[in-house]
């Protein structure tokens, strides 16, 4: 179910609430009521109170509501949220200076300080247009927008929720195929890349149709069960576009086609739009190189962040965004941030907030290691728009950033508990790491040591210098 579904719940849970809470009855508890003895409780029209001590007397408190399966949005964490015990550095110091050789020869993406303009901005609302195209020796079916249109509100929750709101799309959906003159396969494509000839030819020949007035971005819909685009079709502005794409209203700088990959479930299109989007950002890729820089004995399929990054894997089982790359872009802000030197760090202990909610606390530490190096620490719970596995579970993920490396070359460098090795996945991705720490669990890494001492509403860990 798409979480966007969830709000219309949540406003008629709400209203439920708010009934039960105003009416009087008489004889049975109600918000504010006035009760005997704190600690007793009371049902009253499917609504549980707890009598609690306000001030001079005892009143009625409406308990969070739960459905079965699902945590209302209504609910009120169970347990304070308590500040760190040391004081951490300025988050500016944990700004780190890329210094990757990918950055000093290409200069268009960035894994460290400073970030890369140029394309899509940090922040605002993004004009993008989604355009079905087919052939006449490949010809679409009917209603092409019926595989879309739940892809597209995946496409726009996910972004709002990882940006905490700083970006958002706007798309405008032509509702038929776009006839592309010639033959389908004059296009064929079996990797992933550019193929800049289909997108102009798209183009061109969607323009009479389309008004490209504003439009970052193209998404491409090829015909269902299509066989000439095997993975996908790509390219950005400033990294792989060859040139812009002329309309009668203004360049094209940007597009994205999914190609048969993306038809195989739990595969999906949503989810490679938002990979591919991260590119139009500038952010890089997090997989690729299997070296995992002495962190862990055994290669890791799709790199050594192993698919817990949407720019690891659109298809992995954690299909969020790390919090190292929240804080590159601009969307992680510098309050949910705990920073400390290494050669200033004591014993501290932290409660992280878990990433994606949109609640106050911190949501991740870094501990800098050097001007080019940090350790991040924090906390992960399933989402919705994750694939479940076993290795997507709550609990504390603990990585090493490598300033020194590059887009596509590793950056990111997962710190797994002693003895984890790869599990299987019906994600459709290699085995992944096991690399969530659960309660209990410690990891060293760069002379520093994380333990994972509670999880609950938050994940309390204790960080210190090993030994």
Not at 114 to 130: A, C, H, M, Q
Not at 146 to 163: C, G, H, M, P
Not at 350 to 368: E, F, Q
Not at 450 to 460: C, I, N, Q
């Amino acid at each position: 179910m798409s979480r966007l579904s969830i709000p219309v719940k949540v406003l008629a849970l709400s209203f439920v609430i708010f009934l039960s809470s105003t009416c009087v009855i008489v004889g049975a508890a109600a918000n504010g009521g006035k009760c005997s003895k704190a600690g007793l409780t009371q049902t009253t029209k499917g609504v549980s109170y707890i009598c609690v001590a306000s001030g001079k007397k005892n009143v009625w408190k409406a308990k969070p509501v739960t459905a079965k399966g699902k945590k209302s949005s209504t609910s009120q964490p169970t347990e304070t949220y308590l500040a760190p015990t040391t004081t951490g550095v300025s988050t500016e110091q944990c700004k780190l200076v890329e210094a990757s050789p990918e950055r000093a020869k290409y200069g268009n993406i960035f894994v460290a300080f400073p970030p890369i303009g140029g394309n899509l901005e940090p922040s605002g609302t993004f004009k993008v247009v989604l355009i079905p195209i087919d052939w006449a020796d490949l010809p679409g079916e009917a209603n092409p927008l019926a595989r879309v249109t739940d892809q597209i509100k995946l496409f726009n929750s996910w972004f709002d929720t990882v940006s905490e709101g700083k970006v958002s799309f706007v798309w405008s959906t032509y509702d038929k195929y776009v006839r592309v003159p010639g033959s389908a396969s004059t296009y064929y494509q079996a990797r992933s890349g550019g193929g800049d000839a289909m997108a102009k030819a798209a183009i061109a020949a969607a323009d009479p149709y389309v008004d490209f007035t504003g439009v970052r971005a193209v998404y491409f819909l090829a015909p269902k069960d299509q066989k000439v685009f095997v993975e996908s079709s790509q390219a950005f502005k400033d990294l792989n576009l060859s040139a812009p794409i002329p309309t009668n209203e203004g360049q094209i700088m940007n597009y994205a086609l999914a190609g048969s990959y993306f038809d195989i479930q739990p595969r999906n299109y949503w989810s490679y739009w938002v990979h591919e989007t991260g590119h139009m950002f500038k952010l890089p890729d997090l997989k690729y190189n299997w070296n995992n820089h002495g962190e862990v004995d055994i290669p890791v399929p799709i790199g050594p962040f192993s698919g817990f990054d949407m720019l690891s894997s659109q298809d992995g089982p954690s299909r969020t965004l790390s919090s190292w790359l929240r804080w590159i872009i601009g969307w992680l802000p510098a309050e949910s941030l705990y920073c400390q030197n290494y050669s200033d760090l004591n014993k501290t202990t932290i409660m992280l907030n878990p990433i994606d909610n949109r609640t106050t606390g911190i949501k991740s530490a870094m501990i800098k290691i050097s001007p080019t190096k940090i350790l991040a620490v924090e906390s992960r719970r399933p989402a919705s728009y994750d694939c479940k596995a076993p290795t997507n579970r709550a609990g504390v993920l603990v990585y090493i950033v490598d300033a020194t490396i590059g887009h596509g070359e590793g950056t990111q460098i997962l710190v797994p508990p002693s003895g984890r090795g790869l599990v299987g996945n019906d994600c459709g991705t290699p085995g992944i790491l096991d690399a969530i720490l659960d309660v209990g669990n410690s990891v060293t890494s760069n002379g520093i040591t994380v333990k994972l001492v509670k999880s609950g509403t938050y994940d309390t860990v204790e960080i210190s210098k090993a030994g």
